[in-house]
């Protein structure tokens, strides 16, 4: 108790927390993009609960990750040489969630070109409950890792880690169904959605390669092409309503 009251008077404890809960809430954003993808394949009435269940479930995983700080320190040592480079288990984690991120975007994108398509039926990934949680959670994995381990790095302090993955995993939490709609609801969005996740997961195949890429550089780019995309959106609604006035 006394070193929790003594993090609480302590400034640097504050702009510590105040740093990982924003790095948290916006690294979590290519999460949300996929929740909201994979649990729209679900029937309507089991969309919101399966990804609140997989969000919370979420957060139990990263909260016990943060108990193992010894181990997440571990995963950045080379466990093997190959084409010039180490591959730490984290690579490994990174290139595998890359691959699989491109595997689903490509197959949903090929599912909305050509959704009569018998062969992608047999070729996807069963669209159950439980198999919409289970990719929730192992894409989490690959998302949060990094984010998990530069927590590590900025504070020694578990209660600060822990307090902003609580809050950003609220914050998903909050943002997960609004979100999840507004893309259903809009299915050109769907396709930029599935591009965003083309990238991201081209991204974290290079990062396991060694290739670093800034994020903010992947995030303005995907600011801008929504940006772009909102433009297209007001003015087919603004070309709607002309031609419902006409008639």
């Known amino acids: ?34 929740i909201a993808i994979i649990s729209n394949k679900l029937p309507p ?4 609960s399966a990804r609140r269940f997989g969000i919370a479930m979420s957060l139990v995983m990263r909260i016990l990750l943060l ?11 080379p466990v093997f040489h190959a084409v010039g480079h180490g591959f730490s288990w984290r690579d490994m984690i990174l290139i595998a969630g890359g691959l699989f991120l491109v595997y689903k975007a490509t197959t949903e994108i090929h599912h909305s070109v050509d959704p009569d398509d018998p062969g992608e039926k047999s070729v996807g990934v ?14 989490d994995i690959v998302f949060s890792l990094d984010s998990i381990i530069t927590a590590v790095g900025m504070t020694p302090h578990l209660p600060i880690m822990i307090i902003s993955v609580l ?20 299915p050109t ?3 930029l959605a599935l591009g965003f996740l083309l990238l991201i997961g081209a991204t974290l195949i290079a990062e396991g390669f060694g290739f670093h890429f800034p994020k903010g ?9 929504g940006l772009v995309e909102g433009l297209n959106m007001y003015a087919r609604s603004k070309r709607r309503e002309s031609g419902d006035a006409g008639h």
Do not use: C, K
Request: overall charge negative.
């Open 217 to 225: 550089y992947i995030y303005t780019a995907m600011a801008f092409s």
């Open 1 to 34: 108790m006394d070193n929790l009251l003594a993090l609480a008077a302590d400034p640097a404890a504050w702009f510590a927390l105040a740093t990982l809960i924003v790095m948290e809430v916006v690294l979590g954003i290519d999460n949300l993009v996929f």
């Open 45 to 48: 009435e089991r969309r919101s």
């Open 126 to 139: 069963a669209s159950s409950y439980a198999g919409v949680v289970t990719q929730i959670l192992v894409i």
């Open 167 to 186: 809050a950003a995993v609220t914050a998903m939490m909050l943002a997960a169904d609004p979100l999840a709609n507004f893309i259903h609801h809009n």
């Open 189 to 191: 969005i769907v396709m």
């Open 67 to 77: 108990f193992t700080i010894s181990t997440l320190i571990r995963l950045t040592t």
